[in-house]
């Protein structure tokens, strides 16, 4: 599917304002929305490429800049020990609050969006994964998808590092994908065993998948990378969200679609 990127748009915050980059397919017509969480570096090169994969896909992409209270906007932190610093720095700087309002922002947009079908899901990546598990408590969320999510065993996001993530995992109305990589530092063994006890206790839709992995496999740049495992987990996000938000009502356009209606 031919897609474009459209202006980024600033989105109001308690915060201040969050840029948010946009991504969807360029025939006329509604998609399903997704909320893409970048990792730490912010809105990188790789992070452009998931988003217009999925908008190739037929969803409408917002990409909020996760720490937009202390860079300018379109800041970009690189992939080496400088922006891995910074990164993280911020990671436990910005207050918990601040990152669920930014959630509630996002998904207000896209559920307002002439190009939106009003059907939400999110998507994650690290830091992105945690930030998905905690928009998926809204209830408008049919669908999340959490890549490697760090620090929700350890209660590790925010100001303070004392998160309430496993606490409100009874939130969780619609169904999430739950991927790792069992070479993954960042995640210990114990760790996800934690994490999926407190989703069977509470009951929650959920699918785990546990690959042969090192953290990052998913982002294409750098040695990590594995695109075998990232095809495999790609696949798994688009059924997903396919099955949970629908297609849309796409129309025949310049793109030359085919007219589909659900």
């Not at 059907?119 to 994964?129: E, P, Q």
């Not at 049919?142 to 590092?161: E, N, V």
């Not at 760790?191 to 294409?220: C, M, P, S, Y």
């Amino acid at each position: 599917m031919t897609l474009q990127e459209t202006a980024p748009v600033d989105l109001a915050t308690p915060s201040g304002p969050m840029r948010t980059h946009l991504f969807r397919p360029a025939a006329p017509g509604r998609y399903p929305g997704i909320l893409l969480y970048s990792e730490i570096f912010q809105v990188t090169a790789p992070i452009r490429r998931t988003a217009a994969l999925l908008a190739g896909h037929g969803f409408v992409v917002a990409v909020p800049e996760i720490y937009h209270e202390f860079e300018p906007a379109g800041t970009v932190l690189a992939y080496d020990q400088a922006g891995a610093d910074r990164g993280n720095a911020l990671k436990t700087t910005k207050p918990l609050a601040a990152y669920d309002a930014d959630a509630r922002a996002v998904l207000a947009f896209l559920n307002a969006s002439e190009h939106c079908t009003g059907r939400l899901g999110v998507l994650g990546i690290c830091i992105g994964g945690h930030l998905a598990f905690r928009a998926a408590m809204n209830p408008e969320v049919l669908a999340a998808t959490c890549f490697y999510a760090t620090d929700i065993h350890k209660r590790g996001l925010g100001q303070g590092m004392n998160d309430d993530s496993l606490d409100r995992i009874p939130e969780i109305k619609g169904e999430l994908l739950m991927i790792w990589g069992r070479q993954d530092p960042h995640v210990p063994l114990e760790g996800r065993v934690k994490i999926q006890a407190a989703l069977n206790a509470a009951g929650t839709h959920f699918t785990w998948h546990e690959f042969n992995g090192a953290h990052a496999f998913l982002r294409d740049e750098g040695y990590r990378y594995d695109p075998e495992l990232a095809l495999q987990s790609y696949l798994l996000a688009l059924a997903l969200f396919r099955r949970r938000l629908g297609e849309g009502d796409r129309r025949a356009g310049a793109a030359g679609l085919i007219e589909t209606k659900h």
